[in-house]
Every structure is written in C-alpha cells, then in structure tokens.
C-alpha cells in the first residue's frame, strides 16, 4: 500500500525593504531583508530636470533590487531621504535645493513608478532613524544623530520614537543664531550656526584667519583650503588651521548642549561629511565640552564627554535609516 506524501513547501520569506539616500551628487540604495543587507547601488544622481531625477531614482533602485536577486514584486515598502524639508505625510517635498524640487509629490511618483508603498523624510531625520541598527545604539532611547556637513541639523529620537515637532523641523539648530553680528544665513537670519561651523563657513574662516595671517594680504590671494584639508593641517600643527577648528569645536560644543539640555538626551552620534575628519575633529569639540563641564555644575551632571560619539566607520546610518522608515510606514515594529 503506497503512501501519500503532501510536498512539504518552506516557509515564506519575509519581504524585502528598500532604503534610499538621495544626495546633490549620489544616489545610494540598500536592499534589505530584516536587518540582513542584500545589495547595494550607487549612482550618480541626474539633475537636468526634477522629472530626470526621479527617473535616475527608480532606475537606482530597480538595479539595487536586480542585483539582490529579486523583483520589485518582493519589496514590501521603500524609505527616501530627501535633503531638504518634507512632508512625511502628504509624501512631498517642500524644498529640496540640491534637487531643484519645489512642491513635489515625490512619494506618489515613486509609487506610480515602482508599484511599491514609498515613504519620504528628511535624509538627517531618516539617519537618526537608522541608528537602531547598529548594536552600539541599539538600546539607547534617547539620542541625537548631529550631521555636520554642508549643513546643520540633528535628527532627534525620544523613546524610541522620531520626534518631528509640529512643523517636522525639530532638529533644525543649524538655524538657530549663535553670534549677533555675523554673516547672513539663506535662512535669513544673521549668525546662524550653520554659518559659522558648517563646511562652506570653515573654509570661509580659514580663508580670513590666512589673509590675516598674510604678509601680504593686498597682492597674494589665499589658497582655497578645504574643510579636510584645513583638519589634516590642523592635527599636523598647523597654527591657523588649528586656530579654526578648536573655534568650530566651541560652536558646535554649544550646540551639542543646547541639544542635550533641551532633550535630555542619552547619546549624541556625530556625522556628515565634516566628521570624517575623525578624532581630531571629534577632539575639538571634546576640547570645549570639557571647559563647559568646568565651569557649570548643571553640566556636569548632564553632558558627559562619553556621551558624545562619531558614526562608526562603515555603518551607513541613513540607508539602515531607509530600511526603517520603510518599517515605520507599514507599522511593522522596528527590533
């Protein structure tokens, strides 16, 4: 007597989730299943239109998806970073001045392009997000991730939770005056953080600490140092350069205190571009961190230097943050 054998079928996969770094000049995609990294692509990003640029997305993340073996038919959602201010609920983008989008209903296109649920957020605030991927951050409820780059801003998380404010500009301190007298933000206002730390304003500062410096400030015009250039120089000892980022230190050793002290925060994780400078640029602001903890007793006992860490080398928190967000938006628990 034969038996019947019914084909035992394996268990489904769980689906995949797409995360997406939109930048001025890149693209970059990460194709993820769980906390399990698939496939990667980079590409240049194509600005001759905001319609080109989109196209340039998709195509981006079609290859990213091809590449992990898969169709677009496996992914269960995708997450955007956008640089510029988003409307995380409508799906739209505000203003994306690198992009050139004004008023874009960015996340609708993707979903009409893709076939797949697409979730947009400002790139800084998706970064925050990413930070529960990596096992250093894991458990921390109560973080910053303060981008140091072309801009300012910090992505703020409160148990566990991204925190937007009302107009979903928390974070945005790179905006918030810092001296009364000093250069004109595009914001509008004057003395801007953003224009006296960010890369442009350290490379504008070390252009005047160098003319001054000058013999001949009237006939030699001064190099145009860059932002890693002037840090190398100033770990070599270079005095003016070393001069400007301990003064970059002090702005953005106030600026981790307004944090810490506004949110009671557990955790500051410093990234963007600027960091990459590394110890010496994460030993400046310890540097002014210090002095403060001097002086106040109040900061003491809330602003440790422990507390303040560079994004570990290699960890791309704002596509893990494009993995989350995809999570978030389905309502799938982040782990």
Same mark, same amino acid.
């Given at each position: 007597m034969s038996t019947l054998r019914i084909p035992v079928q394996p268990p489904p996969r769980p689906p995949l989730r797409v995360g997406v770094d939109v930048g001025g000049t890149k693209v970059a995609v990460l194709v993820a299943r769980e906390d399990q990294e698939l496939a990667r692509k980079v590409n240049p990003t194509r600005l001759e239109t905001p319609a080109q640029t989109l196209v340039g997305i998709t195509d981006t993340i079609r290859e990213a998806v091809a590449l992990a073996g898969a169709e677009m038919g496996d992914v269960a959602a995708i997450g955007v970073g956008i640089p510029g201010r988003v409307d995380p609920t409508l799906g739209t983008v505000q203003m994306a001045v690198n992009l050139n989008w004004q008023d874009m209903a960015a996340g609708a296109a993707f979903e009409q392009a893709l076939g797949v649920p697409c979730f947009l957020e400002n790139?800084?605030?998706?970064a925050a997000l990413g930070l529960k991927y990596?096992?250093?951050?894991a458990q921390v409820c109560d973080?910053?991730?303060?981008? @140091?780059? #072309?801009?300012?801003?910090?992505g703020i998380i409160l148990n566990g939770t991204l925190h937007r404010g009302r107009h979903g500009m928390a974070g945005e301190i790179g905006h918030v005056s810092v001296v009364s007298d000093g250069v004109r933000c595009p914001c509008g206002a004057t003395g801007c953080l953003e224009t006296l730390a960010a890369g442009p304003a350290i490379e504008r500062r070390m252009a005047h600490a160098?003319?001054?410096n000058s013999n001949d400030i009237t006939s030699h015009t001064p190099h145009p140092y860059t932002t890693a250039e002037i840090f190398r120089m100033a770990e070599a000892g270079d005095p003016t350069a070393r001069a400007v980022v301990l003064e970059t230190g002090k702005y953005l050793g106030w600026a981790i205190k307004?944090? @810490?002290? #506004?949110?009671?925060?557990?955790?500051?994780?410093l990234g963007g571009g600027v960091s990459q400078a590394g110890t010496t640029f994460l030993d400046a602001i310890l540097q002014d961190i210090h002095r403060q903890r001097d002086e106040s007793e109040l900061v003491r006992s809330l602003l440790a230097p422990e507390m303040i860490q560079l994004l570990p080398a290699g960890f791309d928190a704002p596509l893990w943050g494009g993995i989350a967000l995809a999570e978030s938006g389905l309502k799938i628990p982040i782990e």
């Open positions: 790139d800084v605030r998706m990596h096992p250093a951050f973080l910053a991730y303060f981008s @140091v780059g #072309t801009g300012i801003a910090a160098w003319a001054q307004m944090l @810490v002290f #506004t949110y009671d925060l557990q955790l500051i994780v």
